[in-house]
């Protein structure tokens, strides 16, 4: 809300780029950490509402999400973190992680491509790529499979 009120063009700024930093697990459930999960979640909803046309019109503000897989930061090696995966029973050290540069690099290509209201992923410190979310409509069971 911050940056379309002082970057957008309708309140006199220039317009720009947010990009937000969600996750992989914005797009996949963890059951050790549903609430971190869901925060992530939401960041992917308000990434794509805000990046509807009508907004990116107004204020000339493309809104992206970024979703990086694991990266080797120092959130990962906190004692919490150590012991979700513990009590998963996996260890930190076996997942595999890209650096932060990887990350960084990602968020770089961004600014220059990406679409207001698109999600991109980062992992394994592959190149980043755009993924498509499908309509809820087109992801409908037939109504007799119960």
């Known amino acids: 809300m911050l940056a379309m009120k ?37 960041l992917l909803g ?7 046309p009508y907004y990116f019109e107004k204020t000339g503000i493309r809104m992206v999400a970024l979703c990086p897989g694991t ?16 009590k998963l029973g996996q260890l930190v050290e076996n997942l595999p ?16 491509k990406a679409s207001t209201g698109t999600v991109w992923v980062v992992e394994n410190g592959d190149e980043v790529y755009e993924i498509k979310q499908p309509d809820y409509s087109s992801c409908r069971k037939s109504p007799h499979a119960i």
């Open 6 to 42: 002082y970057m957008g063009k309708d309140n006199g700024g220039n317009g720009g780029i947010v990009i937000n930093m969600s996750s992989v697990l914005g797009m996949k459930p963890y059951a050790g950490c549903p609430v971190y999960c869901a925060t992530k979640y939401a």
């Open 46 to 52: 308000l990434t794509r509402s805000f990046g509807e």
């Open 71 to 86: 990266t080797a930061t120092d959130m990962i090696h906190c004692y919490a973190a150590q012991e979700m995966f513990e």
């Open 97 to 112: 992680k890209q650096m932060s540069l990887c990350v960084a690099t990602a968020v770089v290509e961004l600014i220059a």
